[in-house]
């Protein structure tokens, strides 16, 4: 089933590990670099992971503190028995465990995520997102 409100905490908490560790989304918009703390969209929580895949080290960060979960769809906070089902971030090429439901649901999280990326204005982020690879 999934779960929304645990997807939102466990989002929450490594917003908030990351912010209390210095690191920060580094944002270009309208040719001005700037920064931003992380957080979780309340609305699309899935697309916090995306933020956060987009800067290896902060990956690998979390990583290396043991905070990402094996055990929980990234996409839906559905529980995962075995993690066969991956999506392939299109930035660093790091593999993100996902549900079976949301892996069929494939085609439809990626039209979420060019709504997301035209929204935060990051044309150029576009051609690589569609080239997404789900495996
Ligand atoms: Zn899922």
């Known amino acids: 089933m999934p779960n929304k409100k645990l997807l939102i905490e466990y989002y929450n908490q ?3 590990v990351l912010n209390n560790n210095g690191y920060r989304i580094e944002t270009y918009f309208r040719g001005e ?3 931003m703390e992380y957080y979780t969209d309340m609305d699309h929580p899935d697309l916090t992971i995306m933020g956060i895949t987009e ?3 902060a990956y690998r960060f979390l ?3 043991n905070l990402i979960r094996k055990d929980l769809c990234h996409f839906c906070g559905d529980t995962i028995k075995s993690s066969i089902y991956t999506f392939t971030e299109p930035h ?3 593999k993100i465990n996902i549900c079976r439901t949301c892996h069929s649901k ?3 999280e990626q039209q979420v995520y060019r709504d997301m990326s ?3 204005g990051c044309i150029l982020f576009l051609p690589v997102l569609m080239l997404s690879i789900f495996r």
């Open 118 to 120: 035209s929204r935060r």
């Open 33 to 35: 670099e700037g920064q």
């Open 63 to 65: 990583q290396s503190k």
């Open 92 to 94: 660093n090429r790091i």
């Open 106 to 108: 494939g085609q439809r």
């Open 14 to 16: 490594l917003c908030d």
């Open 55 to 57: 800067d290896a080290k």
